[in-house]
């Protein structure tokens, strides 16, 4: 049955992070793309993410997020009474980062840059194990010796898929500042590519036909085309205020060719 056909279908809770470098152009982006076969926006360029697990929830992954506590997240996110609390949705933006990308965001234990799954072997190791459900995500923080830095994610963007939706996400977007020169490692269970690209040019590819993306990662670049550096970025996402988005008919293809974008002017 479709969302048409009946009541609206509960949303599900997700988490997305924008990993973001300084690149010799300036800001860049990390955009994924998805198999021609994933049952979402198959084949489009995205942003890594997916839905919020029980095991980010877990007291054990929770208890190694550092620089956030749980009021404050419920407080920045407008999560005061959520199920899942606000604070698994920033456990989730990272380990979905870790899971398609093998890029950690935060801090290790001992103050050193995170591991990733292109330079460190073991890092690849534990990303497998998560990958095939053999270990939670806060047994992959243990045996990485990392901790998350809470206060390193700015939160974005608040997305929800539109009522009429066979299948629904109520997302939260979060940006995320990694080291330049990192490369990802895609889950090709779930992608095909990753890029790293500026917004401005990830923006002309969408509108070319070239880089077919889903109405929010567009909006999402459209923002972040205005920063010329990632800190810059971070700067102004710190205290702006996040609406909930939730499209109407009037927003035009939510998961299908974007109408139009609007292209950076300079």
Known sequence: ??????????????????????????????????????????????????????????ADAVRRVDGLTPERAATRLGMPDADPPAIPSYVAAVREAFEET???VGVRSDSTPPPTATTDARAELVRNDLLESRIEFADALLRLE???????????????????????????????RVDDGLDAIVDEREMTEARWITPGAALFGAMNGTLPMILPTVRTLERLAAFGHTRQALAALADATVPTILPGPESGPFAGPVPEARLPTS
Not at 13 to 30: K, N, W, Y
Not at 147 to 176: K, M, N, Q, V
């Open 1 to 58: 049955m479709r969302a048409e056909d009946g009541p609206p279908v509960e949303p599900l809770p997700s988490a997305t992070i924008v990993l973001m470098r300084d690149g010799a152009s300036g800001l860049e982006v990390l955009l994924l793309r998805r198999s021609p076969r994933a049952g979402f926006a198959p084949g489009a360029y995205v942003f890594p993410g997916g839905r919020v697990d029980a095991g980010d929830a877990a």
């Open 102 to 104: 093998g890029i950690l």
């Open 146 to 176: 990392y901790r998350i830095a809470g206060d390193a994610l700015e939160y974005l963007a608040h997305w929800i898929t539109p009522e009429r939706s066979p299948r629904r996400f109520d997302t939260r977007f979060f940006a995320a």
